[in-house]
Every structure is written in C-alpha cells, then in structure tokens.
C-alpha cells in the first residue's frame, strides 16, 4: 500500500496563490495521480490530475486556467499550483493515485488517499 501526505495548505487572500504537495512513501512513478477537494456541507469534488508519465492531465472547469497539476516521480511527489485563488475555492484538498494509472475524474478509479490539507481563501 501507499501512504500519501499532502501539505501546503493554509490561509490565503483572494487572488493569491498556494502551492500543495502530496509526498508518496513510495515510488510512484507508474500511478495516476489526482487531487480532490471538500467544501463544508459539500460533496468531494475532482479538481485535477495527471497521468503517469505526466503528459496528460484533466481539469475542472472551476479551476481551469487557474489551477496547475505536476508530478515530480524521482520525489515521489504530485503538485497542485494554485493561483488567482477565490473564496469558493475554500476546501479540504485531498490527493490520491490510481494503480491502473487512472487520471480520470471519478474517486472510484483511485486506489490510495492522503488524509487532506486544509485551504481558505479569505476574502
């Protein structure tokens, strides 16, 4: 099994930008890799991901243009830059990694999940 730590979050301004990490205790270098979040009262939402070979990626309309996902796999680590920050893009982030090699927007394609780093963007 793979256990995933995500860190970065933190209080943020509107407009600012954030970067989160997500460090694997293994390699990881055939996964795909996603990273989700959790409003309160809301459901968890796919924000992005990335392939194995981080040549393909899938976004969210939410935060298309504003949101970048990369991986770095000799550290083991997937990134997500955040910029141009909103209030609405208060949430928990979670990170996970699909065996399959899965980038898809479904929770159901992934196999491992970090326990979340929380974001808010103050306003």
């Known amino acids: 099994q793979v256990q995933l730590i995500e860190s970065g979050g933190g209080l943020v301004q509107a407009g600012g930008s954030l970067r989160l990490s997500c460090a694997a205790s293994?390699?990881?270098?055939?996964?795909?890799c996603g990273w989700f979040r959790q409003a309160p009262g809301k459901d968890r939402e796919f924000v992005a991901a990335?392939?194995?070979?981080?040549?393909?990626?899938n976004y969210a309309d939410s935060v298309k243009g504003r949101f970048t996902i990369s991986r770095d796999n000799v550290k083991n680590t997937v990134y997500l830059q955040m910029n141009s920050l909103k209030a609405e893009d208060t949430a928990v982030y979670y990170c996970?990694?699909?065996?399959?090699?899965?980038?898809?927007?479904?929770?159901?394609?992934?196999?491992?999940w970090g326990q979340g780093t929380q974001v808010t963007v103050s306003s």
């Open positions: 996970a990694a699909s065996l399959s090699g899965s980038y898809s927007r479904s929770h159901v394609n992934y196999d491992y």
């Open positions: 293994r390699r990881t270098f055939t996964y795909g």
């Open positions: 990335i392939s194995w070979s981080g040549g393909n990626s």
